[in-house]
T-cell receptor, first 112, second 115 residues
Framework: DTAVSQTPKYLVTQMGNDKSIKCEQN?????MYWYKQDSKKFLKIMFS???????INETVPNRFSPKSPDKAHLNLHINSLELGDSAVYFC???????????FGPGTRLTVT | DQQVKQNSPSLSVQEGRISILNCDYT??????FLWYKKYPAEGPTFLIS?????DKNEDGRFTVFLNKSAKHLSLHIVPSQPGDSAVYFC??????????????FGTGTRLKVLA
């Protein structure tokens, strides 16, 4: 009974393509996040939604567009993929914006 | 500018001994600190946390110490077990002007506990 799930787990695609990653949480949390872990292992916040409203939007290219259809889902759409987008993307959720976050298993994106 | 630093990328410890993982931060506005543990091909899982008003928090084999004047925290695992082998991330939170907490993560320390 997975708390935070992401699909797909692996994604290999070519430069210029558009792709989406989906995230769902069944914890009843009101806040969800997208993080990017790059090759240097930095885990950086990209976006955060609270009750479906965008509350954190870091300096991320506008090719990345998050969408939260409801409190349990936060999807990430990436347009015109570039080599530098290759990374592991983690979804997370929490109750409120403080406190511990629960992470999904990650999606490893490889752009060739 | 990395505000949360874990300067040791890896650490090896004998089973049964103490593991000490260190974390330094630069922003004095950080008011809540967490440790996460990550196994390969999984997401980080929450381990233990500490508020800036405390200097120690203990949970079973895990203890986190906070030294605000030195802007340093550490995670002690006693006794270390082979199942503790994982990557450990330190994270710090700060309240943004919007009233939202934002978390900054360190780059992780890979702990290997030798049987």
């Amino acid at each position: 009974d997975t708390a935070v799930s992401q699909t797909p787990k692996y994604l290999v695609t070519q430069m210029g393509n558009d792709k989406s990653i989906k995230c769902e949480q069944n914890l009843g949390h009101d806040t969800m996040y997208w993080y990017k872990q790059d090759s240097k292992k930095f885990l950086k916040i990209m976006f955060s939604y609270n009750n479906k409203e965008l509350i954190i939007n870091e300096t991320v290219p506008n090719r990345f567009s998050p969408k939260s259809p409801d409190k349990a889902h936060l999807n990430l759409h990436i347009n015109s993929l570039e080599l530098g987008d290759s990374a592991v993307y983690f979804c997370a959720s929490s109750q409120g914006t403080g406190g511990e976050q629960y992470f999904g298993p990650g999606t490893r994106l490889t752009v060739t | 500018d990395q505000q949360v630093k874990q300067n040791s990328p890896s650490l090896s410890v004998q089973e049964g001994r103490i593991s000490i993982l260190n974390c330094d931060y630069t922003n004095s506005m950080f008011d809540y600190f967490l440790w996460y543990k990550k196994y390969p091909a999984e997401g980080p899982t929450f381990l233990i946390s500490i508020s800036s008003i405390k200097d120690k928090n203990e949970d079973g084999r895990f203890t986190v110490f906070l030294n605000k004047s030195a802007k340093h925290l550490s995670l002690h695992i006693v006794p270390s077990q082979p199942g503790d082998s994982a990557v450990y991330f330190c994270a710090a939170s700060v309240l943004e002007g919007s009233g939202t907490y934002k978390y900054i993560f360190g780059t992780g320390t890979r702990l290997k506990v030798l049987a």
